[in-house]
C-alpha cells in the first residue's frame, strides 16, 4: 500500500531564506509525483508535475526533484517571500490509478517578513 | 488561466438530506475526479470519472454517494442521506490525461448538522 509521508510538518523561515521540503513515499512504482500548494480554507494549486523518467522540474523560484529508486521528492524554494506561506502538499498516483492521488499530509511554511 | 469550478463554495445541510456538488471541469479535460478532506486530516481521493463512467472508487465511495455528468460540462457529486461525519472540504479535480497534472477547483465545504 502507497503511504506518503512529508517532513517536516511546520517549518518557520525568515525572508530570503532558501527552504528544502521533503516527500517520500513507500512505493516506488510511480508514473509521477505531484507538488500542490494550499492556502487556509482554499483549493490546491498545482505547483510541479515530475514524471517518472524526470529527475527534477523547475518553476520560477521553485525547483521539484524526483529520486523513484529510494522513494523521495524534495521541493527546493528559492528566496522565501511572505507570499509562499501556505501548507505544500505531495502526491502520487496509486498503483496504475488514473488520477487516485495519494497525498501526505502535507508541510505547513511560514515565512516572516 | 482555465480553472476549475465549484459550486456551491459552502452548504450546511441537516443530516438525511440529499445534496448536489457541482464542478466545471476545465474545457478541454476528459478525466474528471472528486477528492475530499476533512478539517485537518489528508486529503482523500473519492472516485475517478472518464467516458461518462466510473473508472475508480475509493472504500469511502460507497452506495451512498454518486457522480454523473448530465450535461456534458457539469459533473455532479450527489450525496445522499448525508451524516455527521460527510462533513468535509469537497474538492473536484480534472486532467487533460490519464496520468497527467491534476487541476483542483476551490472545493465545496459541506457542514452536515
Known amino acids: 500500500k502507497q503511504e506518503v509521508t512529508q517532513i517536516p510538518a511546520a517549518l518557520s523561515v525568515p525572508e530570503g531564506e532558501n527552504l528544502v521540503l521533503n516527500c517520500s513515499f513507500t512505493d516506488s512504482a510511480i508514473y509521477n509525483l505531484q507538488w500542490f500548494r494550499q492556502d487556509p480554507g482554499k483549493g490546491l494549486t498545482s505547483l510541479l508535475l515530475?514524471?517518472?523518467?524526470?529527475r527534477e522540474q523547475t518553476s520560477g523560484r521553485l525547483n521539484a526533484s524526483l529520486d523513484k529508486s529510494s522513494g523521495r521528492s524534495t521541493l527546493y524554494i528559492a528566496a522565501s517571500q511572505p507570499g509562499d506561506s501556505a501548507t505544500y502538499l505531495c502526491a502520487v498516483p496509486y498503483g496504475g490509478s488514473q488520477g487516485n492521488l495519494i497525498f501526505g499530509k502535507g508541510t505547513k511554511l511560514s515565512v516572516k517578513p | 488561466e482555465p480553472e476549475v469550478t465549484q459550486t456551491p463554495s459552502h452548504q450546511v445541510t441537516q443530516m438525511g438530506q440529499e445534496v448536489i456538488l457541482r464542478c466545471v471541469p476545465i474545457s478541454n479535460h476528459l478525466y474528471f475526479y472528486w477528492y475530499r478532506q476533512i478539517l485537518g486530516q489528508k486529503v482523500e481521493f473519492l472516485v475517478s470519472?472518464?467516458?461518462?463512467?466510473?473508472?475508480?472508487k475509493s472504500e469511502i465511495f460507497d452506495d451512498q454517494f454518486s457522480v454523473e455528468r448530465p450535461d456534458g460540462s457539469n459533473f455532479t457529486l450527489k450525496i445522499r442521506s448525508t451524516k455527521l461525519e460527510d462533513s468535509a472540504m469537497y474538492f473536484c479535480?480534472?486532467?487533460?490525461?490519464?496520468?497527467?497534472?491534476?487541476?483542483f477547483g476551490e472545493g465545496s465545504r459541506l457542514t452536515v448538522l
Open positions: 470519472f472518464y467516458n461518462n463512467e466510473i473508472s475508480e
Open positions: 515530475i514524471q517518472s523518467s524526470q
Open positions: 479535480a480534472t486532467s487533460g490525461e490519464r496520468t497527467g497534472e491534476l487541476f
